[in-house]
């Protein structure tokens, strides 16, 4: 449900606090369902988005880290290694806590 109403949601850059608390809260109690919106949401986007930093993908980021299973931080791990600089500094952040608090 929380998945669903981040991927719904209309937030605009006045709401980035309230989108990064949801991002935590499905990171603490959300299931292994949820882990393919947060893969495609860190990894996945335009060819341009990548390069931009994005809270959505911050987000994503830290969700994973929460979650803390093998599967989620496999995901950590690839964004981490991306081509891509927004993809892998919101890994990287994560790692060095410059994220958010996992």
């Not at 393919?36 to 994503?60: C, I, M, V, Y």
């Not at 081509?83 to 410059?98: I, L």
């Amino acid at each position: 449900m929380l998945a669903q109403y981040i991927r719904n949601g209309k937030f605009d850059g006045d709401e980035t606090g309230e989108l990064i608390a949801c991002f935590k809260a499905l990171g603490r109690c959300g299931t292994e369902r949820s882990l393919p919106f947060l893969k495609e949401t860190l990894l996945k986007g335009g060819w341009l988005s990548r390069f931009r930093a994005s809270t959505l993908r911050q987000g994503a980021a830290i969700a994973l880290a929460q979650f803390g299973t093998e599967k989620s931080l496999q995901v950590l791990d690839e964004a981490a290694r991306s081509h891509f600089p927004a993809v892998r500094s919101a890994a990287q952040a994560v790692y060095t806590g410059e994220g958010g608090e996992p």
